[in-house]
């Protein structure tokens, strides 16, 4: 007996059965609507026949443009790809799918990717082959399913990139990087997603000379992870924030660094005397916690600089500390031109700006101890004439020391951050740009005036 549904037209005919939509790629990827691609006048379609006949050079160039852009490769070529067949031939050349960004806003949904992962392996052996930046940001449910289904038909990955994506490991897809890439991968950054002990210790151990920029930014870091990277003779960049121990020992033999960013970390300085980066240009070793920082290892940690000459930027949030422990290692960097001393006490103020005046731009003094006296000793223009950005957050700064600071040496200043000033009137505890400083001068006049009048 036959159970198929025949479907009837209004003269009750027999109409054929309707086909099965399969699943395709516009079931996966964020593809607008099709009123934004069709075109509906003639004059427009007589344009686009215009711009079909292009040359592929010259369309390689604009499809690189556009491919640049936030929307990222993915959506933007298969987009283009649908205007016509010289387009799409375009399209597929695989110097414009080197770089892949994967985010929420690629994805319709990751319930829906799920159920379309075969659309997207015949997608990945079609197009994937010459992906070098892969870059997959808040996608926990489907990134072990990207990254292994894309490491596999890869030829070589030199930019990996994963942020925010849940739980990773070699099971369900670093296997592949690990087998494939490892020996090719350059920059390898791992933000706020966990990943095994013995996973990191692989894939750090396994790394080449080519591994030039390596970023650990994780929450769920495991303790005492006692790595050395001392074998990755070119890496130039080392960022690390975990808050756990990390000993210096592992990478003071890396003399090509220019970047070192150990984030909220107590820090085992011991060997801290022993590391001499010359090439240091960016330093960052502050907290968010300075009741855990020792001032001993702080005295150690401003070693590492002093052997810099052509640092730039040096940040030291909430080291608690005494400034006067600072100034030795700043007499041969005369470079600085960002530096960041939140959380610092002490009556070397003045000495210290000495060794850093000329070169400085922005200059952070949140929550310095006692900077309404240190002030008053350094009121001359021969300090602050390069500081451009100043932020003395919750301080003991007053009115008639601003005012003196704005009059005197705040000469070339384009922000002054003045949040959270429990000396100031409510009126001035906030952010002020450059157009809006003669506000502030108008109103630390008319402060003085009345206070005049009052006594």
């Given amino acids: 007996m036959d159970t198929k549904r025949t479907q009837l037209d209004e003269n009750n005919n027999e109409t054929p059965p309707l086909k099965r939509r399969r699943n395709n790629l516009c079931n996966i990827v964020s593809l607008p609507g099709p009123g934004e691609t069709q075109l509906r006048h003639k004059r427009a379609k007589r344009v686009q026949s215009q711009w079909a006949y292009l040359p592929a050079e010259v369309l390689v160039k604009i ?27 375009t399209a597929n050349i695989p110097f414009l799918w080197s770089n892949l960004h994967f985010a929420p806003y690629v994805l319709k949904s990751q319930r829906g990717f799920k159920n379309n992962v075969k659309s997207f392996r015949l997608m990945a052996g079609a197009h994937f082959c010459s992906v070098e930046n892969l870059v997959c940001d808040e996608l926990p449910m489907v ?10 038909y890869a030829r070589r990955i030199r930019v990996l990139s994963i942020q925010r994506c849940g739980s990773i490991s070699m099971k369900n897809c670093l296997q592949a990087i690990v087998d494939r890439h490892l020996s090719s991968l350059q920059e390898f950054c791992i933000c706020h997603t966990s ?9 750090l151990s396994g790394a080449a000379e080519q591994l ?8 769920e870091f495991p303790r005492n992870l006692q ?26 033999k890396l003399k090509p660094l220019r970047v070192l960013h150990l984030i909220n970390m107590h820090l085992d300085s011991s060997d801290c005397l022993e590391v001499d980066f010359p090439e240091l240009e960016d330093l960052n070793l502050s907290v968010n916690d300075y009741f855990y920082v020792k001032e001993t290892d702080n005295r150690m940690l401003t070693s590492i600089f002093s052997k810099s000459p052509n640092i730039r930027t040096v940040n030291l949030h909430n080291r608690r500390m005494n400034v006067y422990h600072l100034i030795p290692s700043l007499e041969n960097c005369r470079k600085i ?15 210290l700006l000495l060794h850093v005046s000329g070169s400085l731009k922005e200059f952070h003094l949140d929550n310095y101890g006692d900077l309404n006296a240190e002030l008053y ?19 003991n700064i007053s009115a008639r020391v601003l005012e003196l600071l704005l009059h005197y040496c705040l000469t070339n200043i384009q922000v002054l951050n003045l949040d959270v000033c429990h000396c100031l009137p409510k009126c001035l505890r906030k952010r002020w740009e450059k157009d809006q400083l003669a506000q502030i001068k108008e109103s630390l006049r008319q402060l003085h005036q009345q206070g005049r009048r009052h006594t």
């Avoid at 001359?380 to 301080?395: A, F, K």
């Fill in 195 to 203: 990943i095994p002990t013995f996973d990191i210790r692989k894939i």
């Fill in 143 to 152: 990134a072990p399913i990207i990254i292994k289904t894309i490491s596999n």
């Fill in 63 to 89: 499809f690189g443009y556009l491919v640049n852009q936030d929307t990222g490769a993915l959506p933007c070529l298969l987009r283009l790809s649908k205007v016509c067949r010289h387009w799409r031939m």
């Fill in 212 to 219: 030039t920029r390596l970023v650990m930014i994780n929450p």
């Fill in 377 to 395: 000793s350094c009121v001359d223009i021969m300090y602050w004439q390069s500081i451009s950005i100043l932020s003395v957050r919750y301080t």
């Fill in 337 to 351: 031109e960002f530096l960041d001393i939140s959380g610092f006490y002490g009556s070397s103020f003045s000495t």
């Fill in 227 to 252: 790595i050395s990277l001392n074998h990755l003779k070119n890496l130039t960049v080392l960022k690390i924030e975990c808050g756990r121990t990390f000993r210096i020992s592992n990478i003071k």
